[in-house]
């Protein structure tokens, strides 16, 4: 099998920037955070981290699209960073595109919400466990 017999899904045709809806964790609560889809990674972490009222450099994020959440589970987030930010819309472009084709007489898409998680706690446990696993003997 060559190399470039690999199926690779193509990008959805251009479409012109639509909202996409956030629940920001914000403690206890959540809040809701309307971006456009034409956003920058930078634009989206600083808008969050203002919501949160944290600086943007101590996020840890996770996130879960709704429609790759089964019904009867815990939703296990994905790391949302810098690098898997594009990775999301793209996601979201193609679940749009999708949707537009099967509702072609109305040409509409289901409203879904993107949830996001803080992640800070996680990985500050992750990371003390790691080092609580070092021993020093002193001599």
């Known amino acids: 099998m060559d190399d470039y ?14 909202d996409i809806e956030f629940e920001v964790p ?4 959540s809040r809701d955070l309307v971006v456009r889809s034409l956003w920058t990674w930078t634009l989206f972490i600083d808008e969050v981290a203002m919501l949160m009222g944290c600086h943007a450099s101590t996020l840890v994020l996770g996130y879960t699209l709704p429609w790759q959440t089964k019904a009867n589970q815990k939703p296990v987030p994905k790391l949302l960073n ?52 070092f021993s020093f003997a002193l001599s």
Not at 5 to 18: R, S
Not at 26 to 29: M, N
């Open 82 to 133: 810098e690098e898997t930010f594009d990775k999301m819309k793209h996601d979201i472009d193609i679940w749009r595109s999708e949707q537009i084709a099967k509702n072609k007489k109305l040409g509409t898409v289901k409203h879904f919400i993107v949830k996001l998680f803080d992640l800070r706690s996680e990985h500050e446990q992750v990371v003390t466990t790691k080092v609580s696993h």
């Open 5 to 18: 017999d690999e199926e690779i899904t193509p990008p959805p045709p251009a479409t012109p920037p639509y």
């Open 26 to 29: 914000c403690g206890k609560y």
